[in-house]
Nanobody, 118 residues
């Protein structure tokens, strides 16, 4: 199993970024997926999740109305569109494979850094 995130960077408050997560080594379309972030000095925070066919998604309260999760099963890729970014969104963002109810994860990528600053 391999998950490789990309798309992070430095962005000004109010800006947008689109993260990608390329999956390989397993049947991507068989698994729900999540995005999790970790800010410096803080614990992991669940950001968003999407079921296998992409028909249902959920986002955390802190990003609701600003972040959109999606997936392309033909490309084995997970996305996170982040809009109206705030300094408090600064974190290392990971994609992770889901293995059951309640969004538990068994594999994570190496993460991509998002920094929101003027």
């Amino acid at each position: 199993v391999q998950l490789v995130e990309s798309g992070g960077g430095l962005v000004q408050p109010g800006g947008s970024l689109r993260l990608s997560c390329a999956a390989s080594g397993f049947t991507f379309s068989n698994y729900a997926m999540t995005w999790v972030r970790q800010a410096p000095g803080k614990g992991p925070e669940w950001v968003s999740g999407i079921i296998q066919d992409g028909a249902w998604t959920k986002v955390g309260d802190s990003v609701k109305g600003r972040f959109i999760i999606s997936r392309d099963n033909a490309k084995n890729t997970l996305y996170l569109q982040m809009n109206s970014l705030r300094p408090e969104d600064t974190a290392l963002y990971y994609c992770a494979r889901v293995v059951g109810m309640g969004w538990p994860n068994d594999y994570w990528g190496q993460g991509t850094q998002v920094t929101v600053s003027s």
